[in-house]
T-cell receptor, first 113, second 113 residues
Framework: KNQVEQSPQSLIILEGKNCTLQ??????????LRWYKQDTGRGPVSLTI?????NTKSNGRYTATLDADTKQSSLHITASQLSDSASYIC????????????FGAGTRLAVHP | EAQVTQNPRYLITVTGKKLTVTCSQN?????MSWYRQDPGLGLRQIYY???????DKGDVPEGYKVSRKEKRNFPLILESPSPNQTSLYFC????????????FGPGTRLLVL
């Protein structure tokens, strides 16, 4: 079964600290992996997208890594800010057919001053 | 400004009363999709459309209908809403069905009594 699992479910860190969010997937065949940020009450916004051949991709203080062999990805946030408080969703694209997206349940991050 | 808009943003209704949630995008995107988001679960696809007059079922289509008469609009219709359709709904669009980033609307929070 095609699934995307994220850990931890929730995380609290202090402003300025770094953190890493995990994503494991069983989707096959795989097309690409995306990380989205979802602020409370808003739609998800894309942070990064990586294909099979890409190991890492950065977007400012966000760095995503991908290990297609072990089917794992991580999102590292550097020097966290209060505005980083949000849910972070890992999304894997299944390449069969029309490029269907399979969503993880998300990690809820709270950054405290 | 490039965006996906949804209306209404909030809706309270009663069981059996037909309703329509509108979705519109101004980016000339071919692909549009509807998702629902429930606590503890990832976004689940309801219906999608690859282009005008081309729609297909996603993972949870029961109780919903869609239409795509124009490229910019993709309304979601609940013919006879039930309490289990209480959820947060998101419309999304992308240039095509391939790997391009999906842009999400702001969401519609629906409560069915």
């Amino acid at each position: 079964k095609n699934q995307v699992e994220q850990s931890p479910q929730s995380l609290i860190i202090l402003e300025g600290k770094n953190c890493t969010l995990q994503c494991n997937y069983t989707v096959s065949p795989f097309s690409n992996l995306r990380w989205y940020k979802q602020d409370t009450g808003r739609g998800p916004v894309s942070l990064t997208i990586m294909t099979f051949s890409e190991n890492t991709k950065s977007n400012g203080r966000y760095t995503a890594t991908l290990d297609a062999d072990t089917k794992q990805s991580s999102l590292h946030i550097t020097a966290s800010q209060l505005s980083d408080s949000a849910s972070y969703i890992c999304v894997v694209s299944h390449s069969g057919g029309y490029n269907k997206l399979i969503f993880g349940a998300g990690t809820r991050l709270a950054v405290h001053p | 400004e490039a965006q996906v808009t949804q209306n209404p943003r909030y809706l309270i209704t009663v069981t059996g009363k037909k309703l329509t949630v509108t979705c519109s995008q101004n980016m000339n995107h071919e692909y549009m999709s509807w998702y629902r988001q429930d606590p503890g679960l990832g976004l689940r696809q309801i219906y999608y459309s690859m282009n005008v007059e081309v729609t297909d079922k996603g993972d949870v289509p029961e109780g919903y209908k869609v239409s795509r008469k124009e490229k910019r609009n993709f309304p979601l219709i609940l013919e006879s809403p039930s309490p289990n359709q209480t959820s947060l709904y998101f419309c999304a669009s992308s240039l095509s069905y391939r790997k391009e980033t999906q842009y999400f609307g702001p969401g519609t929070r629906l409560l069915v009594l």
